[in-house]
C-alpha cells in the first residue's frame, strides 16, 4: 500500500511538470523578431508588395469651399448704376446676372442687363437667348434682331419658323428680313422667295431685297440682275447696281 502511494505521487509530480512546461512560451530568435518589426514599419503586405499609403485629408476640401463661398460673397448682388459697369458686370458674372434679372421690374437698367446676358447666352444657345430677350429685354429694340440673325446662322429653319410665327407687323418683317440675309449666303434664290412672299411691301422689304440682291451678285450676277429687272421703277435702279458684280480693288502703286 505505502509503495503504491509513492507511484501515484510520482506520477502526479511528472504530470504537473508537463503541464507546466507545455504553457511556458517558445523562445523567439531576435533576428526573425526584428525583421518582423521592419516589415511592418515598411507597410508590406502579405506578398510582400510596398502598400500605398492611405492620406487623410487635411482640410484642404473645406479650405477651398470656403474659398469659394467667399469670392461669390465677393460678387456684388446687384449691377452698378453705370450702365458701361453694368454690362461688363453683366458679362463677368453670368450667373449673377441671371438671377438679378429674373427678380429685377422692367426697367432701363434691366435691359442693359438683359442685353449682356442674351448675348452671352446666345454664344451656346441662341434660341434660349431668344426665349430671355422677349421675356426680359423689352426696351432693346434691336436686340432680339441680332439674336435671329444669329439663331438663323446656326439653325435657318428653326429660326425661320419662329419669325413666321410672329403675328404680321413690323416686327416680324423685321425678323425675317434678318432670316433672309442669312439664307442669302448660301441659297439666295430662297431668300428672294422669303422677302417676296412673306414681307409686306414697304421699306422693310426694300432693304432685305437690297440685301439680298448684294449677296446674290456676289455668287450669281446674271440671277441677281434678272431679279432686280422685276422690281419696280422707284427700286429698280438701286436693284440693278446691287446686283452688279463688283469689280476688284486695285491699289494704285507709287
Excluded at 11 to 21: D, E, M, T
Excluded at 103 to 120: I, L
Excluded at 176 to 181: D, E, G
Excluded at 223 to 237: E, K, M, N, P, S
Amino acid at each position: 500500500m505505502k509503495k503504491f502511494l509513492i507511484v501515484c505521487f510520482l506520477a502526479g509530480y511528472v504530470l504537473v511538470a508537463i503541464l507546466i512546461r507545455s504553457e511556458e512560451p517558445e523562445p523567439v530568435d531576435p533576428g526573425a523578431r526584428d525583421s518582423a518589426a521592419a516589415n511592418a514599419n515598411r507597410g508590406y503586405e502579405h506578398d510582400s508588395k510596398p502598400m500605398r499609403p492611405r492620406v487623410r485629408p487635411r482640410g484642404n476640401f473645406l479650405h477651398s469651399q470656403n474659398s469659394s463661398r467667399e469670392e461669390s460673397a465677393a460678387i456684388p448682388a446687384s449691377p452698378p448704376a453705370d450702365p458701361d459697369e453694368a454690362r461688363q458686370w453683366a458679362r463677368e458674372n453670368l450667373e449673377q446676372a441671371m438671377a438679378w434679372l429674373i427678380a429685377a421690374p422692367p426697367c432701363s437698367e434691366r435691359d442693359t442687363v438683359a442685353e449682356m446676358v442674351c448675348a452671352r447666352v446666345a454664344e451656346s444657345d441662341p434660341a434660349e437667348a431668344v426665349a430671355l430677350a422677349e421675356r426680359y429685354a423689352g426696351g432693346c429694340s434691336n436686340l432680339l434682331e441680332n439674336l435671329v440673325h444669329q439663331w438663323a446662322a446656326q439653325d435657318e429653319p428653326a429660326a425661320r419658323a419662329y419669325a413666321l410665327a410672329k403675328p404680321p407687323g413690323d416686327e416680324r418683317d423685321r425678323l425675317l428680313s434678318r432670316v433672309a440675309l442669312v439664307q442669302s449666303k448660301t441659297d439666295p434664290l430662297d431668300a428672294a422667295t422669303l422677302v417676296v412672299e412673306q414681307i409686306a411691301p414697304g421699306e422693310v422689304q426694300n432693304e432685305a431685297a437690297l440685301s439680298v440682291l448684294q449677296q446674290w451678285g456676289s455668287r450669281d450676277p446674271a440671277g441677281a440682275l434678272a431679279w432686280a429687272q422685276t422690281f419696280g421703277d422707284a427700286l429698280r435702279d438701286r436693284a440693278m447696281n446691287e446686283a452688279a458684280p463688283r469689280a476688284p480693288q486695285v491699289q494704285n502703286e507709287e
